[in-house]
């Protein structure tokens, strides 16, 4: 932008000359722009690094989970129940054995051979909590 202001010459004479420059205004509506794509640049950022604390810790708690079926389906049948603790993330993992039973009547019934394994997960990680299960059946006549 351009303005015009006095000017003194050696001479002792005043003259109107053109100065270019922003006016104040014109700064401050530049640096409210750029404050905002800042605030707005630093919240994308945060946000993706929640997403990959979370990916993270999703990563892990699987890990540990199919580490625990696969040690699951190699142990032989017997009712089994047993707690585990892991540091990172902080997870209780508990994990059960059990015989199938179906209602009959008066009660349940075992079935013969078939096995419920259920693998339950519970961690904690700055503040938020999780849970996840993994159960299936497995047969061993």
Same mark, same amino acid.
């Given at each position: 932008?351009?303005?015009?202001?006095? %000017?003194?010459? =050696?001479? $002792?004479?005043?003259?109107?000359?053109?100065?270019?420059?922003?006016?104040? !205004?014109?700064?401050?509506?530049?640096?409210?722009? !750029?404050?905002?794509?800042?605030?707005?640049?630093?919240?994308?950022?945060?946000?993706?690094?929640?997403?990959?604390?979370?990916?993270?810790?999703?990563?892990?708690?699987?890990?540990?989970?199919?580490?625990?079926?696969?040690?699951?389906?190699?142990?032989? &049948?017997?009712?089994?129940?047993?707690?585990?603790?892991?540091?990172? =993330?902080?997870?209780?993992?508990?994990?059960?054995?059990? &015989?199938?039973? %179906?209602?009959?009547?008066?009660?349940?019934? &075992?079935?013969?051979?078939? #096995?419920?394994?259920?693998?339950?997960?519970? #961690?904690?990680?700055? $503040?938020?909590?999780?849970?996840?299960?993994?159960? !299936?059946?497995?047969?061993? &006549?």
């Amino acid at each position: 932008m351009t303005a015009r202001s006095l %000017v003194s010459e =050696p001479a $002792g004479r005043l003259r109107l000359a053109e100065v270019s420059g922003f006016t104040l !205004f014109e700064v401050l509506v530049a640096l409210g722009l !750029f404050a905002f794509a800042v605030v707005g640049l630093l919240a994308g950022i945060r946000a993706m690094a929640d997403v990959a604390d979370e990916a993270r810790i999703a990563s892990a708690v699987r890990q540990q989970m199919e580490s625990r079926v696969a040690f699951m389906e190699v142990l032989r &049948p017997a009712n089994y129940e047993k707690t585990i603790t892991v540091d990172f =993330p902080k997870m209780t993992i508990t994990e059960q054995m059990l &015989p199938e039973t %179906v209602s009959r009547g008066e009660g349940k019934q &075992p079935l013969a051979g078939l #096995w419920r394994v259920r693998i339950r997960a519970r #961690w904690e990680v700055s $503040g938020r909590h999780g849970e996840d299960e993994a159960s !299936f059946l497995r047969h061993d &006549p």
